[in-house]
């Protein structure tokens, strides 16, 4: 058993080591000496400064929305009719960035409004870029507090009614530390998203240094192009230092994140009086009307933009044209998915105890998980260039694999940590009853895993799908090989070649892998509802 755990742990290592081997020419092209120097580089400072705080206060405000959002459809069950058709709530985040920035277009790119923000200073672009955040995450954030609301003890819940617990009870009670663990993974999910945001900012309003609209992203990309002129080996030096120096200041970032919320979390959680405008009972103030309401008007919201958009232009397009990216997409898509499956499963086994449910001791794991996605983008695409200098490169087939495993290294947190929730409702009993038993790796990996989340897996690989088609970085910057959905759209929504018609084409590619997404995921709560019916 302990040698078969090893094997496990040994496999969950490698597959991180390989993604380290991956950046190796980062790692060891970093040079601390000129931090220093970089710190003391206005331009720099203040737009790091600028983007931190916009991701911290982007953060709180997204997960404050999700759990607020989440007590508000509390009265709603979750295999009601409005429960299982809240998924569509889901569409937003698989949409990705560029899409939603064409929406907005659409809906409002000739509006005073939005020539009053683009025209203004940078607070109300970023006061713009929250309210976008909250249309793509919010919603998001919102049905992952409600169904984690939803498991809580009925025993604990029947307890709180028969005392008569006022809603502020409840809240600190109850809701908050079932919670807990749900609060600082999303807020680290949203910190690090908000933290390295580029295309939604730089479509909307063409960001610039004189403008001081630039995020940190941004200025890494504009800084690398810029000094690629001069001399290749500086450019990629300073953005090997300048993403080393953002990779440590976003970990101290996302550790005061943590202290900011653990502080709020224990401090209410631990408060002896009641206030009276909260003494209040909870059935009064989120009634089963309200959370109905409240469904129906998130649902409308994470819809409407969408249906709305398509008043905008003349539906006629051909989009023969994207059967290359979409291959390609379709390839990097199976490799992201396979290795986010490979990881959960050995992660799993490997770590039965820890990785058993949703607790402090699996969120330490998931927050590492969530470390790698605070290397910069710009850094993996760098890093492969390197890659081809060192090997040597004659085709274009290298270059392929390289944009390959950057997505790959992109996806695997968000992915391996989804996997990973998924793999929870594998028991410990039932892997030491494998065990007991002696059924081999493959028959255990077959039964256990593959065969019981065929549907969860497909929803995965409609997510990665969504991942890698709208991911900006890589796309952008490897567009002279593979023509990819963001570069494209991008010349259709910017610049004199501007075709929205044209460019709706890619929209609804996206809105139909979202529109799947969400069918996919009611049809895995209809068969966990059935599947319930025959326990009882």
Same mark, same amino acid.
């Given at each position: 058993?302990?040698?078969?755990?090893?094997?496990?742990?040994?496999?969950?290592?490698?597959?991180?080591?390989?993604?380290?081997?991956?950046?190796?020419?980062?790692?060891?092209?970093?040079?601390?000496?000129?931090?220093?120097?970089?710190?003391?580089?206005?331009?720099?400072?203040?737009?790091?400064?600028?983007?931190?705080?916009?991701?911290?206060?982007?953060?709180?405000?997204?997960?404050?929305?999700?759990?607020?959002?989440?007590? #508000?459809?509390?009265?709603?069950?979750?295999?009601?009719?409005?429960?299982?058709?809240?998924?569509?709530?889901?569409?937003?985040?698989?949409?990705?960035?560029?899409?939603?920035?064409?929406?907005?277009?659409?809906?409002?790119?000739?509006?005073?409004?939005?020539?009053?923000?683009?025209?203004?200073?940078?607070?109300?672009?970023?006061?713009?870029?929250?309210?976008?955040?909250?249309?793509?995450?919010?919603?998001?954030?919102?049905?992952?507090?409600?169904?984690?609301?939803?498991?809580?003890?009925?025993?604990?819940?029947?307890?709180?009614?028969?005392?008569?617990?006022?809603?502020?009870?409840?809240?600190?009670?109850?809701?908050?530390?079932?919670?807990?663990?749900?609060?600082?993974?999303? =807020?680290?999910?949203?910190?690090?998203?908000?933290?390295?945001?580029?295309?939604?900012?730089?479509?909307?309003?063409?960001?610039?240094?004189?403008?001081?609209?630039?995020?940190?992203?941004?200025?890494?990309?504009?800084?690398?192009?810029?000094?690629?002129?001069?001399?290749?080996?500086?450019?990629?030096?300073?953005?090997?230092?300048?993403?080393?120096?953002?990779?440590?200041?976003?970990?101290?970032?996302?550790?005061?994140?943590?202290?900011?919320?653990?502080?709020?979390?224990?401090?209410?959680?631990?408060?002896?009086?009641?206030?009276?405008?909260?003494?209040?009972?909870?059935?009064?103030?989120?009634?089963?009307?309200?959370?109905?309401?409240?469904?129906?008007?998130?649902?409308?919201?994470?819809?409407?933009?969408?249906?709305?958009?398509?008043?905008?232009?003349?539906?006629?397009?051909?989009?023969?044209?994207?059967?290359?990216?979409?291959?390609?997409?379709?390839?990097?898509?199976?490799?992201? =998915?396979?290795? =986010?499956?490979?990881?959960?499963?050995? #992660?799993?086994?490997?770590?039965?105890?820890?990785?058993?449910?949703?607790?402090?001791?699996?969120?330490?794991?998931?927050?590492?998980?969530?470390?790698?996605?605070?290397?910069?983008?710009?850094?993996?695409?760098?890093?492969?260039?390197?890659?081809?200098?060192?090997?040597?490169?004659?085709?274009?087939?290298?270059?392929?694999?390289?944009?390959?495993?950057?997505?790959?290294?992109?996806?695997?947190?968000?992915?391996?940590?989804?996997?990973?929730?998924?793999?929870?409702?594998?028991?410990?009993?039932?892997?030491?009853?494998?065990?007991?038993?002696?059924?081999?790796?493959?028959?255990?990996?077959?039964?256990?895993?593959?065969?019981?989340?065929?549907?969860?897996?497909?929803?995965?690989?409609?997510?990665?799908?969504?991942?890698?088609?709208?991911?900006?970085?890589?796309?952008?910057?490897?567009?002279?090989?593979?023509?990819?959905?963001?570069?494209?759209?991008?010349?259709?929504?910017?610049?004199?070649?501007?075709?929205?018609?044209?460019?709706?084409?890619?929209?609804?590619?996206?809105?139909?892998?979202?529109?799947?997404?969400?069918?996919?995921?009611?049809?895995?709560?209809?068969?966990?509802?059935?599947?319930?019916?025959?326990?009882?």
């Amino acid at each position: 058993m302990l040698k078969s755990l090893n094997i496990w742990k040994v496999c969950t290592i490698g597959l991180l080591l390989v993604a380290l081997l991956v950046l190796y020419p980062f790692l060891s092209g970093i040079r601390f000496l000129g931090v220093s120097e970089l710190l003391n580089n206005i331009s720099f400072k203040s737009t790091l400064q600028t983007t931190l705080l916009n991701a911290t206060i982007s953060a709180i405000i997204l997960v404050v929305f999700g759990f607020w959002g989440a007590l #508000a459809l509390l009265k709603i069950p979750m295999f009601s009719i409005t429960g299982k058709n809240l998924g569509v709530l889901i569409i937003p985040i698989t949409l990705g960035n560029i899409s939603i920035a064409f929406i907005c277009k659409l809906l409002l790119g000739e509006t005073s409004f939005f020539a009053t923000i683009a025209q203004g200073g940078p607070v109300g672009k970023l006061s713009f870029l929250l309210l976008l955040e909250l249309y793509q995450y919010g919603f998001l954030f919102v049905y992952l507090f409600w169904m984690q609301l939803q498991n809580i003890n009925y025993d604990k819940l029947n307890f709180a009614t028969a005392t008569r617990f006022s809603f502020f009870q409840k809240l600190k009670d109850i809701y908050i530390p079932h919670t807990r663990n749900l609060w600082l993974l999303l =807020a680290s999910m949203a910190f690090v998203f908000t933290l390295y945001e580029e295309s939604k900012i730089a479509y909307l309003f063409k960001v610039s240094q004189g403008t001081n609209s630039e995020l940190i992203t941004n200025w890494l990309t504009r800084t690398y192009q810029t000094n690629l002129l001069v001399s290749p080996d500086f450019a990629r030096n300073l953005i090997f230092n300048a993403s080393a120096t953002v990779f440590v200041v976003a970990i101290l970032g996302l550790i005061l994140l943590f202290l900011i919320l653990y502080y709020f979390i224990k401090k209410l959680t631990r408060l002896k009086f009641y206030p009276r405008f909260l003494r209040t009972s909870n059935n009064y103030i989120f009634s089963k009307r309200i959370s109905y309401f409240f469904g129906l008007v998130f649902s409308l919201t994470a819809i409407t933009p969408i249906v709305f958009s398509f008043t905008k232009i003349n539906i006629s397009f051909n989009i023969s044209h994207l059967g290359f990216p979409l291959l390609m997409t379709f390839i990097a898509t199976v490799v992201s =998915a396979l290795m =986010a499956i490979l990881l959960g499963i050995t #992660a799993r086994l490997g770590w039965k105890q820890m990785l058993s449910s949703f607790s402090q001791q699996s969120l330490l794991f998931f927050i590492l998980l969530f470390v790698l996605l605070l290397v910069p983008p710009l850094v993996l695409l760098i890093t492969g260039y390197k890659w081809m200098s060192l090997i040597g490169y004659s085709s274009f087939t290298l270059i392929y694999v390289i944009w390959i495993v950057g997505h790959v290294l992109l996806t695997l947190p968000v992915l391996g940590s989804f996997v990973l929730f998924n793999h929870f409702r594998v028991g410990n009993n039932e892997l030491d009853y494998l065990q007991v038993y002696k059924l081999g790796k493959r028959e255990t990996i077959r039964y256990s895993f593959l065969k019981r989340f065929k549907a969860e897996y497909l929803l995965l690989f409609v997510i990665c799908y969504s991942f890698v088609w709208n991911e900006a970085v890589l796309n952008n910057l490897f567009s002279d090989f593979i023509p990819s959905f963001v570069s494209g759209m991008k010349m259709l929504i910017t610049g004199r070649g501007v075709d929205y018609d044209k460019a709706f084409g890619y929209l609804l590619t996206s809105f139909a892998v979202a529109s799947l997404s969400a069918g996919i995921w009611r049809f895995i709560i209809e068969r966990a509802h059935k599947q319930e019916r025959k326990e009882l």
